[in-house]
């Protein structure tokens, strides 16, 4: 199984007046996604059950859920003129997620991974090299970003994000922040954000604490409105100024968990483009990402409106 992107996408799509629903920046990479009957020991050998590649990282892999579900996006990110660089464009055009080429390419190398999929028990463990070239602050088009209702960042290029956060919220926008790890830079970003989302594990890596009610207390300190933690299996829990609020997992069986996390921001971000309250848009999060786990890859495996809808009024 080696799947490639088409040579002749569709051409990428202009909003006709410059708006759009969630503009992007973050790291795009392409996955080589190798699936194994499991992981070998240490100075071992296993032989590959099956293999593919496919365009992955948090922000674009949300973005293009959110254009399935249809609203309007727009992406800026790294990589290379190679062929890398021209499977990501080919990409963002078949799924109608605008980009400026031009500025986007600049990097000397596009940014892979290695994602080996453990196909017994669907856990998969990722070694990562992102472009080179991260995006210059100067590079930031105030009118693109001062144009969107919601701008999703993964934390990279610190200094460009904060640049583009200051833009939306001066414009009304809001900010979601998917904090997979703390990055660089993230103590000044962390003011300028309405929602975070992170993995539970953020709580020790950040603030030195397991308990999760502590490090959304803290957050909420340095002005953030709303913080999300997900707890895998054990679901995932918000806290904003109404209080916490709880959202179990939904009972699946999951073939193939990369992505999942990406999926949840996507999710989230559609029910607050569609004025839901936190408990509805944590729920269909929830469905949304629990839906992806049960198919195999990354674009292939993402629900449909439909069916996350369905999986979360069940």
């Known amino acids: 199984m080696t799947d490639l992107l088409p040579n002749e996408p569709s051409p990428p799509i202009d909003d006709e007046d410059g708006n759009y629903d969630v503009a992007g920046l973050g790291t795009i990479l392409v996955d080589q996604q190798v699936f194994l009957d499991t992981y070998p020991a240490l100075d071992t050998k296993t032989e590959v059950n099956s293999y593919r590649f496919q365009v992955g990282g948090p922000v674009p892999t949300a973005l293009v859920l959110l254009s399935r579900f249809g609203k309007t996006c727009q992406f800026a990110g790294r990589w290379g003129k190679d062929t890398f660089g021209d499977l990501i464009e080919s990409d963002l055009r078949r799924e109608r997620v605008h980009f400026d080429a031009a500025s986007c390419a600049r990097a000397d190398s596009t940014g ?56 939306v919220k001066q414009n009304g926008g809001q900010v979601f922040l998917d904090a997979g790890s703390p990055k660089p830079g993230l ?10 989302n992170a993995p539970e594990r953020f709580a020790s890596l950040y603030f030195a604490t397991d308990n999760t009610d502590e490090a959304a207390r803290r957050m909420q300190d340095m002005g953030v409105e709303t913080v999300i933690f997900t707890h895998g299996t054990g679901g995932a829990v918000l806290y904003n100024s109404a209080g916490r609020t709880e959202q179990p997992a939904f009972p699946i069986t999951a073939v193939d968990t990369t992505g999942a996390g990406d999926v949840f921001c996507g999710g989230f971000l559609y029910a607050l483009l569609e004025d839901w309250t936190p408990g509805d848009c944590l729920k269909f999060a929830a469905a949304a990402a629990a839906l992806k786990c049960t198919q195999v890859g990354n674009r292939d495996a993402l629900p449909t409106l439909e069916h996350a809808m369905d999986l979360m009024n069940r």
């Open 112 to 167: 892979f991974a290695q994602v080996w999929v453990d196909r017994a028990t669907a856990s998969r463990t990722i070694a990562f090299a992102r472009a080179r070239r991260e995006i210059d602050e100067a590079e930031i088009d105030e009118r693109t970003f001062s144009r969107c209702r919601l701008l999703h960042l993964d934390g990279w290029s610190s200094q460009a994000a904060i640049n583009a956060a200051k833009c």
């Open 187 to 196: 103590s000044d970003l962390l003011p300028l954000v309405d929602i975070v």
